[in-house]
């Protein structure tokens, strides 16, 4: 069974992926810092999965950590989850983005070389595409000046892989694009916690149907768009954490000095509005909303050429936007009860 350390798996992402890892027969480890993930994960994905998945509390950037970890598991890859990631506070303190987004890959991609840990899967992000020329975006659309530091953290980390790849390093190295990861995991158990006032769309949703936040304010209605507000590509966390499986075993059989860039989305644009409706519709629910103005930095319209995912890695989302949105929602009650 193959051993692979999820950096940030206590995360929302990281933490539906450790599931569908061990579904495919790997041997998750986690090594988070609980910086914006709660230890409580780790029972939930016991309950889950009916295995204890070693965990490391601490810094994935801290290499004493790390060489600690590689004595006790001989490790085959790594994938990459943990992060900074809210954009305004990126604006406020890009150093500590910096430090963290980019830093600590610097020092996992040391620890890998050292090791000769072959493998690795990268979070990046749709952010690369800034707001782009045409749509759907292919790998190919060239990447845009980031809106943020935050965005910028992960144009520079697909930047080192890339120099890293040409100096023929060892490594085979995957960067997931995603796109906007919803949803929680079937169960109920886990999903996106996030801290404070969510930024997202999703889970100020569902914080508004549970009461917690008053009013859902949608950020501008008078956009080019179907009905003026934005566009994005909404994709079942699930389906997300499915694909960095795909692409693990999509890397045993490469050669060494490999990279490759995927997106990761349905290959569906939906608006801010559609959204609310079919939150309405599938949970059987009214939210309150307002139409408000623009947010300043929003893209106005974006979605996935997915055509290198599916044929390349043989990946296909299987839930629908309405799934994705009863999913968020069941997963927010029981947050509430
Ligand atoms: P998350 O905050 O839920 O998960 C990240 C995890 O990493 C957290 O558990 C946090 O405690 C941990 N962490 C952060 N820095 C760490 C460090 N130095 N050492 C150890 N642990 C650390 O975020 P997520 O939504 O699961 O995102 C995972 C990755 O996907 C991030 O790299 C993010 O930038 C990227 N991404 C997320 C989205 C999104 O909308 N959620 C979209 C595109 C890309
Ligand atoms: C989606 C749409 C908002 C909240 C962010 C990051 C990006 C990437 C994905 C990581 C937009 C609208 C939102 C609200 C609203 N993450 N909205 N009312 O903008 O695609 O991007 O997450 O890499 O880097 O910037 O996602 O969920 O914030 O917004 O109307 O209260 O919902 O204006 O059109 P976005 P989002």
């Not at 992060?83 to 991609?109: D, I, W």
């Not at 997300?240 to 644009?269: C, W």
């Given at each position: 069974m193959k051993n692979i350390l999820i950096t940030g798996g206590a995360g929302y992402i990281g933490s539906h992926t450790a599931v569908e890892l061990i579904k495919a027969g790997f041997n998750p480890i986690i090594i988070d810092d609980l910086s914006n993930s709660q230890q409580t994960v780790l029972e939930r994905l016991r309950e889950i999965t009916g295995k204890e998945i070693p965990f490391y509390f601490g810094d994935c950037g801290d290499r004493s950590l790390l060489n600690k970890i590689s004595e006790d598991f001989e490790l085959s890859g790594v994938i990459h989850f943990a992060a900074f990631k809210a954009v305004g506070e990126s604006t406020q303190e890009p150093l500590k983005y910096y430090k963290n987004n980019v830093g600590s890959l610097l020092v996992l991609l040391e620890f890998m070389e050292d090791l000769g840990i072959p493998d690795l899967v990268f979070s990046s992000s749709c952010t690369v595409y800034g707001q782009p020329d045409t749509l759907p975006v292919t790998e190919d659309t060239p990447r845009k000046e980031a809106e943020s530091p935050y965005g910028n953290t992960k144009k520079v980390c697909e930047d080192i892989l890339v120099d890293l790849i040409k100096s023929k390093s060892g490594l085979r190295i995957i960067s997931l694009r995603y796109f906007n990861p919803i949803g929680a995991h079937l169960s109920g158990k886990i999903g996106e916690l996030p801290s404070g006032?969510?930024?997202?769309l999703v889970p100020f949703v569902t914080q508004t149907a549970a009461g917690i936040r008053e009013k859902l304010t949608v950020f501008g209605d008078d956009y080019d768009t179907p009905d003026g507000s934005c566009v994005r590509d909404f994709i079942h966390v699930v389906d997300l954490a499915d694909a960095h499986v795909k692409a693990l075993e999509f890397l045993e059989n490469k050669p060494t000095s490999f990279y490759e860039v995927f997106n990761v989305g349905t290959g569906n644009g939906n608006t801010v509005l559609e959204v609310i409706q079919t939150f309405e519709e599938v949970n059987g629910l009214k939210l309150n909303y307002e139409i408000g103005s623009r947010r300043p930095g929003d893209v106005v319209k974006i979605w996935a050429d997915t055509s290198k995912i599916n044929k390349v890695l043989g990946w296909y989302p299987q839930y629908s936007l309405a799934d994705s949105l009863r999913d968020s929602w069941n997963w927010e009650k029981n947050l509430k009860n």
């Amino acid at each position: 069974m193959k051993n692979i350390l999820i950096t940030g798996g206590a995360g929302y992402i990281g933490s539906h992926t450790a599931v569908e890892l061990i579904k495919a027969g790997f041997n998750p480890i986690i090594i988070d810092d609980l910086s914006n993930s709660q230890q409580t994960v780790l029972e939930r994905l016991r309950e889950i999965t009916g295995k204890e998945i070693p965990f490391y509390f601490g810094d994935c950037g801290d290499r004493s950590l790390l060489n600690k970890i590689s004595e006790d598991f001989e490790l085959s890859g790594v994938i990459h989850f943990a992060a900074f990631k809210a954009v305004g506070e990126s604006t406020q303190e890009p150093l500590k983005y910096y430090k963290n987004n980019v830093g600590s890959l610097l020092v996992l991609l040391e620890f890998m070389e050292d090791l000769g840990i072959p493998d690795l899967v990268f979070s990046s992000s749709c952010t690369v595409y800034g707001q782009p020329d045409t749509l759907p975006v292919t790998e190919d659309t060239p990447r845009k000046e980031a809106e943020s530091p935050y965005g910028n953290t992960k144009k520079v980390c697909e930047d080192i892989l890339v120099d890293l790849i040409k100096s023929k390093s060892g490594l085979r190295i995957i960067s997931l694009r995603y796109f906007n990861p919803i949803g929680a995991h079937l169960s109920g158990k886990i999903g996106e916690l996030p801290s404070g006032v969510p930024n997202n769309l999703v889970p100020f949703v569902t914080q508004t149907a549970a009461g917690i936040r008053e009013k859902l304010t949608v950020f501008g209605d008078d956009y080019d768009t179907p009905d003026g507000s934005c566009v994005r590509d909404f994709i079942h966390v699930v389906d997300l954490a499915d694909a960095h499986v795909k692409a693990l075993e999509f890397l045993e059989n490469k050669p060494t000095s490999f990279y490759e860039v995927f997106n990761v989305g349905t290959g569906n644009g939906n608006t801010v509005l559609e959204v609310i409706q079919t939150f309405e519709e599938v949970n059987g629910l009214k939210l309150n909303y307002e139409i408000g103005s623009r947010r300043p930095g929003d893209v106005v319209k974006i979605w996935a050429d997915t055509s290198k995912i599916n044929k390349v890695l043989g990946w296909y989302p299987q839930y629908s936007l309405a799934d994705s949105l009863r999913d968020s929602w069941n997963w927010e009650k029981n947050l509430k009860n």
